[in-house]
């Protein structure tokens, strides 16, 4: 199903779904990333305690975002009877609408697992990961399964969600996906209708855009790091033309090290002075007015990020940071 494309930061909903729940009495008390003001960034730091072979997985993908309401009736001590469930779903699904049973063997496998070393505080729930994956037929009980799709709920430093939820919602507000969409719709279908949250597509604005650059630009690594790039999108033209501008990595660092006030803390007017002097610098070289056309992607050695909601972390160290940008962002979406 084709889908309008929708303004900078508006929600979409995913394909086929209908909205099962109504806005929540509950919401943010700071201000957002992108907003006026200043953002405490806690979790820019590497957090030793993630595993690294539990968190590989999530690194070097390409993730849609979603964010979700909490979800009613959750029990994480349910898992393997939730995988049954959906996975006898997604096969009645795929048969038309005929009855599946329940436990029958299936052409798709559902996993449903905890991540538990994913979360940014004590009053966060650990991430909650759904994997999809093929079965061959005629091959044999022990042979591998082919992964297919991924799926992941999780909050990182959504503490504020967290300790307004009533009773009986379990807030995993941030869910990322990565393979065929058909299966992401299918899997939010279940969800909504299961435990009574929405999904709704997660797009982000240029102003964001510029806050996550910012952030990541100025981000400590080990090794040699690649170069720091924005994409603009040149608006009222016959034919689309985008512009990619490419920054040295270190010299990326050095501008914002000398535009940041506070070591952990950034403010708007921050992230504004640095993408006016890369706009100046753009424009002493190519006479060209940056400003005028719309950032749609950046990417840097930590992450990329692209307005359409769809993002790939890169490095792992900075796997919280990135989490936590996004986990605002998806608080911010719900009512």
Request: hydrophobic letters at 45%; charged letters at 20%.
């Amino acid at each position: 199903m084709a889908e309008e494309a929708p303004e900078d930061g508006a929600a979409r909903t995913l394909p086929s779904l209908r909205r099962l729940s109504q806005a929540l009495p509950f919401g943010r008390s700071h201000g957002h990333l992108g907003t006026s003001g200043r953002l405490i960034v806690p979790a820019l730091c590497s957090q030793e305690k993630a595993d690294p072979q539990e968190t590989a997985f999530l690194l070097r993908k390409a993730w849609t975002l979603y964010s979700v309401t909490p979800l009613y009736g959750f029990r994480r001590a349910r898992l393997r009877d939730y995988a049954r469930l959906l996975g006898a779903f997604i096969a009645a699904e795929k048969h038309k609408g005929l009855a599946v049973e329940v436990g029958v063997e299936l052409d798709i496998k559902v996993a449903l697992s905890s991540l538990a070393d994913i979360r940014g505080s004590e009053l966060d729930q650990a991430a909650l990961l759904v994997q999809l994956s093929s079965r061959s037929r005629g091959s044999s009980r022990n042979s591998e399964d082919k992964p297919m799709w991924w799926g992941w709920f999780c909050s990182m430093f959504g503490d504020e969600l967290s300790e307004n939820v009533p009773e009986h919602f379990t807030c995993l507000p941030l869910f990322l996906s990565h393979g065929a969409e058909s299966y992401t719709a299918l899997v939010g279908s279940w969800f909504q209708k299961t435990f009574d949250c929405c999904f709704r597509r997660l797009a982000i604005s240029p102003l964001n855009l510029s806050w996550m650059v910012a952030m990541w630009a100025g981000c400590k690594l080990d090794r040699a790091a690649s170069a720091v790039e924005l994409v603009f999108s040149v608006p009222r033209l016959a034919q689309p033309l985008d512009i990619s501008y490419a920054i040295h990595p270190e010299d990326a660092k050095a501008l914002w090290d000398t535009v940041q006030k506070t070591p952990g803390e950034i403010t708007q007017e921050e992230v504004d002075v640095f993408m006016d002097c890369l706009y100046a610098h753009f424009h002493r070289h190519f006479k060209i007015h940056l400003s005028a056309a719309k950032l749609v992607k950046i990417s840097t050695a930590i992450a990329s990020a692209h307005c359409d909601g769809i993002v790939k972390i890169l490095h792992s160290q900075y796997l919280p940071g990135v989490l936590m940008l996004l986990t605002e962002l998806a608080i911010s979406q719900i009512q």
